[in-house]
């Protein structure tokens, strides 16, 4: 079992930059890839960036690419997400999962969830 907290979220303007962070309890977080994923009020959850186990490996929805960077401490059992440049349409809440799957872009393969942070980004 694996226990996920979320933080960092906050009400800022574009062109701004936050970073969210996730910190897991449990066991054997390095066992598990990591994913963040986002939701808009009306809109399906949508996948924005993910990593490797080891974070040696690096996924990002091209919405997002190039302005956000995800990152993993294993020894703080904490994953991050540098979010720059950051535009009214990244607003939305903002979840971590865990998954031992490979399919990092789909929900429906990660085991383990946060219950998210708002992210607004005033225009």
């Known amino acids: 079992q694996v226990q996920l907290v979320e933080s960092g979220g906050g009400l800022v303007q574009a062109g701004d930059s936050l970073r969210l962070s996730c910190a897991a309890s449990?066991?054997?977080?390095?066992?598990?890839?990591m994913g963040w994923f986002r939701q808009a009020p009306g809109k399906e959850r949508e996948f924005v960036a993910a990593i490797s186990r080891g974070g040696g490996s690096t996924y990002y929805a091209d919405s997002v690419k190039g302005r956000f960077t995800i990152s993993r401490d294993n020894s703080k059992n904490t994953v991050y997400l540098q979010m720059n440049s950051l535009k009214p349409e990244d607003t939305a809440v903002y979840s971590c999962a865990a998954t031992y799957s490979v399919n990092y872009e789909v929900p429906a393969f990660y085991n383990y969830w946060g219950q998210g942070t708002q992210v607004t980004v005033s225009s």
């Open positions: 449990g066991r054997r977080f390095s066992s598990y890839a």
